[in-house]
T-cell receptor, first 115, second 109 residues
């Protein structure tokens, strides 16, 4: 089976722009979670989608949003980019969800730089 | 306030040594995860624990729910074990996921 894929792998944006990141889960997985990793804050949970519905959400402002399509692919959008949004954005997939006690599989991440 | 604390932050070991990384947390949890992150960013989920002990190859993870503490042990360490090891917990209440700041392990040949 192919692993979790994320596109693009690298991205440079300027303040005020918006960005959309994509995550394709392992075939058959219905849960996709998104995480932000920065040197200062470490890893932080953004949200989890399951069967096209946001099921869990971390403590991020409304500028961070996501969605999931019927084929389980997920997108994450950040509007009005700030310098502090520069980070590695990781997605992870699992069959039914890590919050119900299942191992998740991580993608390679998208490295976003905001100038 | 950090819900999850890891120690040590950095660890250097000689190949073959027995390694222990500790994780303490302050909230009631439903599960604890150990993750491994190699340079370049890729993360692998090593273990998920809610009680007791799990073993996979040279890696052993234990958890003591009463003491709110978990340990990750690596026996016969190898340079390919060099990575950042991250502890993460699911609290009992609320749908969140708290991460430790990681332990950076370097194993020298």
């Amino acid at each position: 089976k192919a692993g979790v894929t994320q596109t693009p792998r690298y991205l440079i944006k300027t303040r005020g722009q918006q960005v959309t990141l994509s995550c394709s889960p392992i075939s058959g997985h219905r849960s996709v979670s998104w995480y932000q990793q920065t040197p200062g804050q470490g890893l932080q949970f953004l949200f989890e989608y399951f069967s096209e519905t946001q099921r869990n959400k971390g403590n991020f402002p409304g500028r961070f949003s996501g969605r999931q399509f019927s084929n389980s692919r997920s997108e994450m959008n950040v509007s009005t980019l700030e310098l502090g949004d520069s980070a590695l954005y990781l997605c992870a997939s699992s069959s039914i969800g890590t919050f119900v006690g299942e191992t998740q599989y991580f993608g390679p991440g998208t490295r976003l730089l905001v100038l | 306030k950090n819900e999850v604390e890891q120690s040590p932050q950095n660890l250097t070991a000689q190949e073959g040594e027995f390694i222990t990384i500790n994780c303490s947390y302050s909230v009631g949890i439903s599960a604890l995860h150990w993750l491994q992150q190699h340079p370049g960013g890729g993360i692998v989920s090593l273990f998920m624990l809610s009680s007791g002990k799990k073993k996979h190859g040279r890696l052993i993870a234990t958890i003591n729910i009463q003491e709110k503490h978990s340990s990750l042990h690596i026996t016969a360490s190898h340079p390919r074990d060099s990575a950042v090891y991250i502890c993460a917990v699911h609290p009992n209440t609320g749908n969140q996921f708290y991460f430790g700041t990681g332990t950076s392990l370097t194993v020298i040949p």
